[in-house]
């Protein structure tokens, strides 16, 4: 079975600061890896995703995530947040059926 | 392109009553999802449709809930009787066809948040 973790229901940084958002899945194979982000009253937006090839997969409005597959992980960054970034944010898995298994999200805050 | 489009976009309702969420694909997609999202939950699958055929319904919840896709157009979902704890935002989504499914990127809805009374 697949799961996602994500570490953080809440993370608050300061405008200008590096943004570290935490997931960690778990799958009996090789993984297809998403991040999803939701502005309030939206549906959820394609940030990035991973499935073969380069472990550094770039995204949308400069958000960046590495799988790390001896680390079961898929952290999301970015250099320098902006106070645009304020959403909630989603990790999630996805099995050959195209289910998405998704993580609780992290709440991003950007603080002035 | 025009993107997924659900209706409605808030529905309050009483506990025993019937609700019918909506969703309107992208054109063409072949593939299309349904999840759902209790408040202070993740986000969990219902179902999948490839065109009008239930490909997986693992995440139902119980026969209270019936999905339909006519034509292999749009999708509607039907609580009835509805109970307290449908309420929840649901989510649906859409996506191309084709062989790899899993690596298929899903455009998801704004979303249809019921509130059952």
């Known amino acids: 079975a697949q799961s996602v973790t994500q570490l953080g229901s809440h993370v608050s940084v300061s405008e200008g600061a590096l943004v570290l958002l935490r997931c960690n899945y778990s799958?009996?194979?090789?993984?297809?890896l998403f991040w999803y982000v939701q502005y309030p009253n939206q549906g959820l937006q394609l940030l990035l995703k991973?499935?073969?090839?380069?472990?550094l997969v770039k995204g949308i409005n400069g958000f960046e995530a590495e799988f790390k597959k001896s680390e079961t992980s898929f952290h999301l960054t970015k250099p320098s947040a902006h106070m645009s970034d304020a959403a909630e944010y989603f990790c999630?898995?996805?099995?050959?059926?195209?289910?998405?298994?998704f993580g609780q999200g992290t709440e991003l805050s950007v603080k002035p | 392109e025009a993107g997924v489009t659900q209706f409605p976009s808030h529905s309050v309702i009483e506990k025993g009553q019937t609700v019918t969420l909506r969703c309107d694909p992208i054109?063409?997609?072949?593939?299309l999802y349904w999840y759902r999202r209790v408040m202070g939950k993740e986000i969990k699958f219902l179902l999948h449709?490839?065109?009008?055929?239930?490909?997986?319904e693992s995440g139902m919840p119980n026969n209270r809930f019936l999905a339909e896709r006519t034509g292999g157009t749009y999708s509607t979902l039907k609580v009835q009787p509805a109970e307290l704890e449908d309420s929840g935002v649901y989510f649906c989504?859409?996506?191309?066809?084709?062989?790899?499914?899993?690596?298929?990127?899903?455009?998801f809805g704004a979303g249809s948040r019921l509130t059952v009374l």
């Open positions: 989504a859409s996506s191309q066809g084709g062989i790899f499914w899993g690596a298929n990127v899903l455009t």
């Open positions: 799958s009996s194979v090789p993984p297809y």
């Open positions: 991973y499935t073969t090839g380069a472990t």
């Open positions: 999630a898995v996805s099995n050959q059926g195209g289910k998405l298994i």
């Open positions: 054109s063409g997609h072949d593939n």
């Open positions: 449709f490839v065109k009008e055929s239930k490909q997986d």
